[in-house]
């Protein structure tokens, strides 16, 4: 039910010590919504048993619904958190004509549900598994609230990015936020404009929601607390699936829901791929065809979902979806058991 992939320094390296959590310095999380649902059984694996003896740090790096995701991991419980965020998210419904101030209330209670109380502190505080959010600090036109005018900014960063991704540049900026403590370097050859924010009380809950402020959907968040002044929105804006190289002595472990990951936002609908270097030490693990084919409607979970669904028709789905995804985890348990490294497909 699942296909793993590896870039070539990866792939070596497990084939000479076997595929083990110990080789992994860093997890990755992607964009995407509730295309994330089909990843859920198997996060559950991933924190409740590869990584639950962990006793080196673990950089998880997320955007958008990967931020949410990396919230979940780096709290004190996160089977418990995880399962927060995957019933709040999979319960929440929304009036008719929905706004953006809807909406992004509706995101600010989800994600003080998967916090509660004492969550923000938990992740500043974790030794081990360090959470980092992603987020695009957005300029001129993308930084409107007016529709028409944030419209016409995205109509010319689409434009943009089809001539060149490094043109984005002239719009956005990668700011991630993260613990104190953290080390992370990324190499990025498109050379955006990166900042790193350590997180503080004040501004962990704003960073996360801003990594998930979808432009034109949600509010974009001004004036994060310890961060220069300005329109933050969704992380995935720039990076949606990741085309950045992480720079560690480790490898990098990625669950995703497609084995054809794409750099940025803009390039959802292009052909573009990100570059093979940028995944030498990654490891990818996807949903086989076969399991999305099993799947009600045959395919995972999309916020097209919120539009095309009545709220009762789309819950019922996706519920179901989260169960079936136990398959995943299942079929990752055994591969790592039997230590089937036969089966790693080159990425």
């Given at each position: 039910?699942?296909e793993?992939?590896?870039?070539?320094?990866?792939?070596?390296?497990?084939?000479?010590?076997?595929?083990?959590?110990?080789?992994?310095?860093?997890?990755?999380?992607?964009?995407?919504?509730?295309?994330?649902?089909?990843?859920?059984?198997?996060d559950?694996?991933?924190?409740?048993?590869?990584?639950?003896?962990?006793?080196?740090?673990?950089?998880?790096?997320?955007?958008?619904?990967?931020s949410?995701?990396s919230?979940?991991?780096?709290?004190?419980?996160?089977?418990?958190?995880?399962?927060?965020?995957?019933?709040?998210?999979s319960?929440?419904?929304?009036?008719?004509?929905?706004?953006?101030a809807?909406?992004?209330?509706?995101?600010?209670?989800?994600?003080?549900?998967?916090?509660?109380?004492?969550?923000?502190?938990?992740?500043?505080?974790?030794?081990?598994?360090?959470?980092?959010?992603?987020v695009?600090?957005?300029?001129?036109?993308?930084?409107?609230?007016?529709?028409?005018?944030?419209?016409?900014?995205?109509?010319?960063?689409?434009?943009?990015?089809?001539?060149?991704?490094?043109?984005?540049?002239s719009?956005?900026?990668?700011?991630?936020?993260?613990?104190?403590?953290s080390?992370?370097?990324?190499?990025?050859?498109?050379?955006?404009?990166?900042?790193?924010?350590?997180?503080?009380?004040?501004?962990?809950?704003?960073?996360?929601?801003?990594?998930?402020?979808?432009?034109?959907?949600?509010?974009?968040?001004?004036?994060?607390?310890?961060?220069?002044?300005?329109?933050?929105?969704?992380?995935?804006?720039?990076?949606?699936?990741f085309?950045f190289?992480?720079?560690?002595?480790?490898?990098?472990?990625?669950p995703?829901?497609?084995s054809?990951?794409?750099a940025?936002?803009?390039?959802?609908?292009?052909?573009r791929?990100?570059?093979?270097?940028?995944?030498?030490?990654?490891?990818?693990?996807?949903?086989?065809?076969?399991?999305?084919?099993?799947?009600?409607?045959?395919?995972?979970?999309?916020?097209?979902?919120?539009?095309?669904?009545?709220?009762?028709?789309?819950?019922?789905?996706?519920?179901a979806?989260?169960?079936?995804?136990?398959?995943?985890?299942?079929?990752?348990?055994?591969?790592?058991?039997?230590?089937?490294?036969?089966?790693?497909?080159?990425?």
């Open positions: 039910m699942i793993i992939y590896a870039g070539k320094t990866a792939l070596k390296t497990i084939k000479e010590q076997g595929f083990k959590q110990e080789l992994f310095t860093s997890f990755l999380g992607a964009s995407g919504g509730p295309k994330w649902f089909v990843l859920y059984c198997l559950r694996y991933l924190f409740g048993e590869f990584f639950k003896s962990r006793t080196e740090p673990l950089n998880l790096i997320g955007s958008s619904a990967g949410f995701r919230s979940c991991f780096a709290q004190n419980d996160p089977l418990a958190a995880i399962e927060r965020l995957a019933t709040s998210y319960e929440t419904t929304y009036s008719a004509n929905a706004n953006t809807e909406i992004t209330r509706k995101a600010r209670e989800l994600l003080d549900g998967v916090f509660g109380s004492t969550g923000g502190q938990e992740i500043i505080d974790n030794p081990i598994f360090k959470a980092h959010f992603i695009a600090k957005s300029k001129g036109l993308t930084a409107s609230e007016n529709k028409l005018i944030q419209g016409a900014g995205l109509l010319s960063s689409y434009l943009l990015n089809r001539i060149d991704r490094k043109l984005l540049k719009q956005y900026e990668r700011f991630i936020y993260q613990p104190a403590s080390s992370l370097t990324i190499n990025d050859s498109y050379g955006f404009k990166t900042t790193t924010i350590p997180f503080t009380p004040d501004n962990i809950k704003d960073a996360l929601l801003a990594s998930g402020s979808i432009p034109m959907v949600m509010q974009g968040i001004k004036n994060i607390p310890n961060s220069p002044k300005g329109m933050y929105r969704d992380g995935g804006i720039i990076d949606y699936h085309d190289k992480v720079k560690n002595e480790g490898l990098v472990l990625y995703h829901f497609s054809n990951p794409k940025g936002w803009f390039d959802k609908n292009l052909a791929k990100v570059s093979a270097e940028n995944y030498y030490n990654v490891v990818m693990i996807c949903p086989s065809q076969k399991f999305v084919d099993s799947l009600p409607y045959n395919k995972i979970p999309d916020r097209t979902d919120f539009t095309e669904m009545d709220s009762d028709t789309r819950i019922t789905y996706w519920k979806v989260l169960a079936q995804t136990e398959q995943l985890a299942d079929s990752f348990s055994s591969f790592v058991n039997n230590q089937s490294i036969e089966d790693i497909k080159e990425f």
